[in-house]
């Protein structure tokens, strides 16, 4: 381990690090075999390509595209892409180990990956969007494929861009293969319940919670950050379940209302203005500050590195839910443990999304689809299995949620990795 990657500081900015922190502890707690480790810790395999297209003005503009597949030992690298000006190629191998532990937490035949290109989707036409999309999926094709690696939606990537990816790929094979993306439209081999799905697994692990601490949803606040796909299916589903959204965040503002936000009409005008500000139904809040409202539930449902070692003192909640990928920095786990709060970490709580992906890929491959009712059933199921498999982790180990998800994780792939033998 190079020396920056043992400083708190670098773990807080780069989020492999952040990654490889806990990974190392986990591994440690677990007294994993050196080799194991050594195959386990780094990605199997890092791609990045050059994406040329052609804007609508005529100019041709580069862009930088990657796949990471972290690991194959549990069945195809599964995982998202995501379209934004920040992504990076550590970024992506965070995100690519999260989905192998992800998966294994819930139990689920995959491995992980991720994949991203660094562009600013919100300035790009939808042709040149669509350019973008086919372009990298051409230059990534020999790698996926719906026995090898998986895409899904991420941040910015949405079921018309799968569409696409599926379309490309398609068109490559001579056939239509609907397996090789999950969260596509309905009428293209899409699931059921698929686009609520991370919304609902993150109500469904804090039920569970809940009903450890002794609480009842009518009687819990929550306070959501981001109100994208996450966190605003999972502030609709919250609120219909009897929960009190007391606030919700979002990058341009943060809106407040002490009895409840009204959902639906929270929805309907960010549909309407393009923004959660200016709601008629709650005050404005300092969105920096909304963060530290006093709340039983807050659910960061955006990006990476939001609660951190100097936000992480400030949180005034009993439980921590997180609908995003690698909200919570290494350094600040402990201070969420020493503050005694219940979290549930991201490999656990967003796992509803990849699950109804499963869902997805099984329901393509048997060319047979299952009624909404079933997909919410079975997704309860493997989210309420995987939560009380995590907490015999954490009472076994005597180990925080976080490390406890990870050990669990990572003696399932471990265990397939000594299974399988070395190829050499
Ligand atoms: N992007 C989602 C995640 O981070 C879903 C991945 C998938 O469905 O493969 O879990």
New binding site residues.
Partial sequence: MSVDAANPLAQELNPWLAADARFNEAAGRLAMDEGIRKILRSPSREITVYVPVLLDDGRIEVFTGYRVQHSIARGPA?????YAPDVSIEEVRA?AS??TW?CAVVNIP?GG??GGVICEPSILSPGELERLTRRYTAEIIEFIGPEKD??????NTTEQVMAWIMDTYSMHMRQTVTGVV??KPLDLGGSRG?PE??GRGCMIVTLEALARLGMKPEETTVVIQGFGNVGGMAARLMSRRGFHVIAVIEYDGAVYNAKGLDIEALLQHRKETGSIREFAGGEEIDRDQALFLECDVLLPAAKEGVITSRTAPKLNCKIVCEGA?GPTTAPADHILSEKGIFVIPDILA??G??????F?WVQDRQGFFWNEDLVNQRLEEIMVNSFRDVVKYSEKYKAHNRLAAYMLALDRVAFAIKLRGLYA
């Fill in positions: 599964k995982g998202g892409i995501r995100l999260w989905m992800k995959y990956g991720k998986v895409p899904a939606p991420d941040m999950t969260g698929r799905a991370t990928n967003n796992a999304g990849v699950t109804v992906s499963y997805e």
